[in-house]
Structures are given as C-alpha cells and as structure tokens.
C-alpha cells in the first residue's frame, strides 16, 4: 500500500494542514440542499420544496448538457466533473470527482470535498507563479450567492396575505426553480474552472493542482483575513498605476499591440452586451411571473360566471400557465447560453489582459537592464552583473513573448468556437419553444372551434 503524498508547498511556503477527518457530504441541518444530475433534496420545515414540474425535473436532470459551452479539448487521460454539490447556508461544498490513467496520480478514481475557498487558493497559487506568467490562468470562478433568491422568498413570505392560495404556490415555484438555476450554473462554473486547467498542457501538470484533486483532507484554506485582502487591494493599486505607466512604453511587436487594442475593445462591446442581454432575460422572466397572475384572475372570474363561457375562461386561465413555463424556460435558456457566456469571456478577455501586462512589465524590466548595462558599462563598474541581469531579463521577456504568443491565439480559436456553438444551441431552443407555443395557442384555438 503506497503512502499517502504530503501536500506541496504553496508560494508562501505554506503548507495545506490536513482535517483529523474526511470531509463530509451528507449531514445537517434544516438548510441543506444537495445537488445531483436529476435529484435535488429540499430544504425541510417550511424552506424549499422540491420542483414540482416533472418536465422540469425531466430538463434539470440533463443540466450537463445545458451548461456554458465552452471548447476544452478535454484530454481523456485526466477527466474532472462535480457530481454533488452540498449548500449549507452560505458554504457550497464541492465534491470533485477525478477518473486519470496518468502514473503522477496514486489511483485511477478518486473524489475529494473542496469548498469555494479552496478554488480561489488554486487560482493563486497559479497566478502568484512565475514559471505561468506566459499563460492565461483561467479565471476563478465566482463565489456563491443565492441572497436574491433567498430575498425573494422572504418577500413572498411576508405578501402572502395578499395573494390567492394558486398565487402562492406558482410563485413559490418560480423561485425555487431560480435557486436551482443559480445552484447548477455555480456547480458549473466550478466545474469549467478545473476542466479548464487539467486540458491545459502545462497547468494540468501543476503540484498544488494535483494536491487540489487528490489530497483526501481538509486542505485547511481560510478565508483572506483584513490585512490580506487590503495586501490584495494594494497589489490592484499598484498594477492600475503601473499601467498607466506602461500605456507609454513602446510596443515592439505589432502583433501584441494588436491584440491589446482589441481585448480592451472587445471586453467594453462584450460588457454592453451583456447587460442588455440581462435585461432582455429579465423581461421573459417578468412576463413569466405576470402569466401567474393573469391566470389566477380567469380562474377567479370563471368561478363567478355561470354561463358556458366559464370553461373557456378555465381553458384560458390553464393556457396562460402553460406559457407561464414556456415564457420560464426561454429566460433560462436565454441566460444560460448567451448570458452566462458572455459574463464568462468578460472573466477570460480580463485574464488575457492580465498576460499582456505580465508581458508589457517583463518588457519594462528588459528595457530598464539595458539601460542599467549602459551606465555600468560608462562606469566600468559590476559590468558583469549587469550583463547577467540584462540576459535575464531578457530570456524572461522572450519566454514570455513566446508563450503569450499561442496562449492568445489559441484563446481566438476557443472563443469562436464557444460563440458558434452556444448561439446556434440558443437560435434551437428558441424555435423550440416558439412551437411550444404555437402549438399551446393552437390547441387553444381548435377547442373553441369545436
């Protein structure tokens, strides 16, 4: 039986402290959700209620099919998902599972429980290494919030009075149908965030990423306390001042000028975008919620009327809600494959641009050791050190050059290819639901005829 690795050491030469004990994925409290493909357990004692739809149960269960596209080229040696996923109030535990052939892991499947805290340490560690300065580092994923939902509950809560018993219970289901959306797309972005790194040639070979997958304890991360984070800021300072700074500095290879110009460009098109794509979701989602109340109102008139009209004013009021979850679907179809897409490419051009200031700053330093070598040489002074510091610098910057050179051409290819795919699934699901929808009217329409 091989023995257990110790975890690597992080760049503060700190090492991850192991738990007395594996983490658990099962117990707790009234505020528990678990998350599987086609399972969700609710909240007991008057929370969250299971979805009530079966065709939605039917659709959440394939949430692996209707996750962000994104083009991984997902190398079959070393496969990364998360099947469950645990919330425990404001904590989400992750677990990831891991099915590898290759010999630097101890088994060939294994799963460990991480929480946010834990990918964000990852990302660090990646970012804070100098050997990676040439690479784009895919962003850390976001962390989880589920306060509008959880508001929105507390809402209702408290305007129940004002609504009809149908009333109540639709809306409920609206926003329990909200909080899985929000519980599957941070699942997913975990979940892209790992994929991302284990199909890179270089950072799926990382120390501390293979501590991340395999290491069977608590890795003990604690979140940033006040001196970090304002240590954090400062960081955020100094490069924002830096790059006004360089934003003078001569560009020596066209290519990166171009490439410079169109991030900055493309990330202000693709923010706007984004926004009116949100509110565009926002609107199917707002004629979803009014589909309730028009319904509930044919409902109440039907039962003042006594004439035949009344089972019209029934086959309305039961029209309406089936639109009701058309209109649902469209919006999350909408901010799952445009919106969430979008938000994700504003994270990965911001990544980009973070390569071309760790290059513009190796260009700098290259720049500031010639000169160096220029004085020490008029002084006839540490003319050898200079000379090794000029060569350094140098090597760095062409290292870098190179490497940010295939990173961002190939981010080009990824990024065409995530668009294609994602708007033509969009351009489907909305024929899709178009049909449902004549169909719904149709059916309508027939039954009045006859």
Same mark, same amino acid.
């Given at each position: ?37 086609g399972?969700?357990?609710? *909240?007991?004692?008057?929370g ?6 079966m ?27 998360i ?31 991480r929480?946010?805290e834990d990918?964000v ?29 959880r508001?929105?509950m507390?809402?209702?809560g ?5 609504m009809?018993?149908? $009333? ?5 289901? $609206?926003?329990e149908?909200?909080y ?25 070979k ?7 997958l395999?290491?069977?304890q608590?890795? =003990? ?15 955020s300072v100094?490069?924002s ?10 560009e020596v ?5 171009q ?20 509110? &565009? ?8 919620d009014?589909?309730?109340?028009? =319904? ?24 309406f809600?089936?639109?009701r979850k058309v ?8 901010d ?9 490419? &504003? ?11 760790? *290059? ?7 720049e500031?050791?010639?000169k160096a070598?220029?004085?020490? *040489? ?30 961002? &051409? ?8 995530a ?6 699934? &969009?351009?489907?699901?909305?024929i899709k ?6 169909s ?11």
């Amino acid at each position: 039986m091989k023995a257990k690795r110790r975890p690597a050491l992080t760049q503060d030469g700190r090492r991850p402290a192991g738990a007395a004990g594996k983490e658990g994925g099962g117990g707790g409290d009234g505020g528990v959700r678990r998350l599987r493909p086609g399972l969700y357990e609710a *909240r007991r004692g008057g929370g969250w209620a299971a979805a009530g739809d079966m065709a939605l149960l039917r659709e959440d269960a394939q949430s692996k099919l209707r996750s962000v596209s994104v083009d991984l080229n997902v190398d079959p040696s070393l496969q990364i998902d998360i099947p469950d996923a645990l919330s425990e109030k404001d904590r989400v535990k992750f677990t990831v599972h891991t099915k590898t052939t290759l010999p630097a892991f101890q088994s060939s499947e294994f799963s460990v429980t991480r929480q946010h805290e834990d990918f964000v340490w990852l990302h660090d560690t990646l970012t804070e290494t100098e050997e990676y300065a040439g690479l784009i580092i895919p962003p850390a994923p976001s962390k989880p919030d589920f306060d509008g939902p959880r508001e929105k509950m507390q809402k209702l809560g408290e305007g129940e009075v004002s609504m009809t018993k149908e $009333e109540f219970a639709k809306m409920k289901q $609206e926003l329990e149908a909200e909080y899985l959306a929000v519980f599957k797309k941070t699942v997913s972005s975990h979940e892209i965030f790992l994929q991302r790194i284990s199909s890179h040639p270089v950072l799926s070979k990382d120390r501390n990423f293979h501590v991340f997958l395999e290491y069977d304890q608590d890795l =003990s991360v604690r979140r940033k306390n006040t001196k970090e984070m304002f240590g954090g800021f400062l960081k955020s300072v100094v490069k924002s001042a830096d790059e006004v700074l360089f934003s003078g500095v001569k560009e020596v290879d066209d290519f990166f000028e171009q490439e410079k110009t169109f991030l900055v460009n493309y990330y202000n098109r693709i923010k706007d975008a984004c926004a009116k794509a949100d509110k &565009m979701t926002r609107s199917h989602k707002n004629v979803a919620d009014d589909y309730i109340y028009t =319904s509930a109102c044919l409902n109440s008139l039907a039962l003042e009327e006594p004439t035949v009209i009344k089972k019209y004013l029934l086959k309305v009021a039961e029209l309406f809600e089936k639109l009701r979850k058309v209109e649902s679907r469209v919006s999350s179809d909408e901010d799952l494959k445009l919106s969430e897409l979008l938000r994700y490419y &504003m994270l990965n051009i911001e990544a980009a641009k973070d390569l071309l200031y760790r *290059r513009t700053r190796a260009l700098v330093n290259y720049e500031n050791s010639n000169k160096a070598l220029d004085k020490a *040489r008029l002084k006839s002074k540490d003319v050898r050190l200079a000379e090794e510091h000029q060569q350094d610098c140098c090597q760095k910057f062409e290292k870098i050059s190179e490497s940010a050179k295939q990173e961002l &051409m190939s981010f080009k290819q990824k990024r065409i290819a995530a668009f294609r795919k994602n708007l033509i699934e &969009m351009a489907e699901l909305e024929i899709k639901h178009a049909k449902n929808n004549v169909s719904l009217l149709q059916s309508c329409i027939d039954l009045f005829k006859n």
